[in-house]
């Protein structure tokens, strides 16, 4: 493959601006986004702040060199987990090669199923935004649902209702409604990841 071809497959199809289009290449980033990771900082003055991991990043609108919203001279010194959930946690990557390479697109996912109904739908995606890239409006859709093939459709649907593809990444809307529907049936049979 050209390299000039494989650079535009990472590119991302979600919060794209007419000034970047570039993927957000974080697997950790992913899984604290999933998780609501809290980021606590220090600034300079020696005051501190707590940033939930949903306000940390930017998206690139008409200012793609602000990535996130910490100020000059701002140190991260603790990234904070809550205690985990009840559920499946998996983390399924597909890449171009078996080691050391980004995400084409990613999956952290944590769902939990009691009696063949989704109680619990977490999903955070790498690969596919320019930040993490979390939709609650998704796991919304999909808890107190049995994650039927026409339920998995309507969230891919929702998930992706924006996405744009530049060319050499259009792949990566199909392969995006694949990777959901895979985490959601393989929660629902107890496969576990």
């Known amino acids: 493959m050209p390299s000039d071809t494989w650079r535009k497959s990472y590119l991302a199809i979600l919060g794209t601006s007419e000034s970047c289009i570039a993927q957000h290449p974080s697997d950790m980033a992913v899984a604290m986004r999933l998780l609501d990771a809290t980021v606590e900082t220090l600034k300079t003055d020696g005051s501190t702040r707590k940033i939930a991991i949903k306000d940390f990043y930017c998206l690139p609108k008409d200012t793609p060199h602000i990535e996130n919203v910490l100020e ?7 990234v904070v987990l809550p205690a985990p ?4 946690h ?18 952290a996912a944590v769902i939990n199923v ?4 989704i109680t619990t739908a977490r999903l955070a995606f790498g690969g596919i935004g320019t930040e ?3 939709n609650e409006a998704v796991e919304a859709l999909l808890t107190g649902t049995d994650g039927n093939d ?16 530049s060319g050499q990444n259009d792949f ?15 929660a629902l049979a107890g496969k576990g990841a």
Request: proline fraction near 3%; include cysteine; charged fraction near 35%.
């Open 85 to 88: 959930i009840k559920g499946m």
């Open 90 to 107: 998996t983390y399924d990557k597909v890449r171009d090669r078996a080691s050391y390479a980004f995400a084409l697109v990613s999956c």
């Open 150 to 165: 026409d339920v998995i459709k309507q969230a891919a649907d929702l998930l992706l209702k924006d996405a744009k593809g």
């Open 172 to 186: 990566k809307i199909p392969l995006t409604r694949r990777l959901l529907k895979q985490v959601i049936q393989r």
């Open 114 to 117: 009691e009696e063949g109904k």
């Open 132 to 134: 993490p890239w979390r």
């Open 72 to 78: 000059s001279g701002e140190l991260i010194t603790h």
